[in-house]
């Protein structure tokens, strides 16, 4: 469906330079939009795209300026292009409300009169299902969980026996909530399993990311705080607690009972040992192993992580290394000659 940009701009907030009246029927990257595309400007160094683009107007940041093209002016044009996107395109696929005749659903089960449940989906005894729930096909929900209202779950999700999902939650395809945490104990002879008898609570607004696994408790519970999203391939194990509104970029592992406060972001393929707590509004920098706790507000980078300042001063150092030990050779050749 087409909008006007006088439209497009009183949905996200806009200031508008240019004709109110110009229609918008899709948006693209700024190389590729061509005629009655919307696209944005974020960053100076597509400035000098800005005259070429075949866009029929651009999200651009305060203070700048095209005597060629319609802006729409906003604090901040990647959030602009986001609420933009939400104009023309569902976050994710509609469905029909119904139950597949293939599914699953226990005798016990209240399906809401406005929830899908997919094809070959297994509802469990016990399960008790919000309002507007998407469950798609193959997705598995275990005995006696929860699942709140405006669900959204991806076929092939695993929700295992016992877990609370608050509303608005999103699981994308094959991830698995509540399989057991890696819980052994050497007996002197072989590993004995420690039975996983915990839960996992995943609070509002969560989105948990296709082939991520998280692992119930040992006792208590595994959280995972509102507003938290979570990418693809993630690992997060038993009894952790994650703060609210936390990112979790892809291939992140983190052992048992790790805690994390609000705000903080894990960058790609972050690796953290267990039992460590990480403050507000920390950031770890991708690829980096954490070791210790880190305290609110800080950023480290590497393996072991250091704070950010002190990491890339040993990363200089270690530049040198090499240039290092040839001098030290060559001063302990020269004293050797001397004695």
Known sequence: MPFTLGQIAEKIGADLKGDPRITINNLATIEEAGEGELSYVASPKFHKLIETTKASALIVYQGLKSSTIPLLVVKNPYLGFARAMRIFYTPYPAVTPGVAASAIVSDDVKVPDDAYIGHN??????????????????????????????????PNVTILENIEIGDNVVIYPNAVIGSDGFGYCWDGSRHLKIPQAGSVVIEDDVEIGAGTTIDRATLGQTVIGKGTIIDNLVQIAHNCKIGEYSVICAQVGLAGTTTLGRHV???????VAGHLKIGDNAVIEAQSGVAGDVPAGETHFGSPAREI????????????????VARIRKLESSNKKQQ
């Open 265 to 271: 972001t894990l960058a790609g393929q972050v690796g």
């Open 309 to 324: 300042k002190q990491a890339h001063k040993i990363n200089a150092i270690l530049g040198h290394l090499p240039e290092y």
């Open 121 to 154: 989906a297994i509802i469990s005894k016990g399960v008790r299902l919000g309002k507007s729930v998407v469950i798609h096909a193959g997705a598995f929900v275990g005995e006696n969980t929860a699942v709140g209202n405006k669900c959204y779950i991806f």
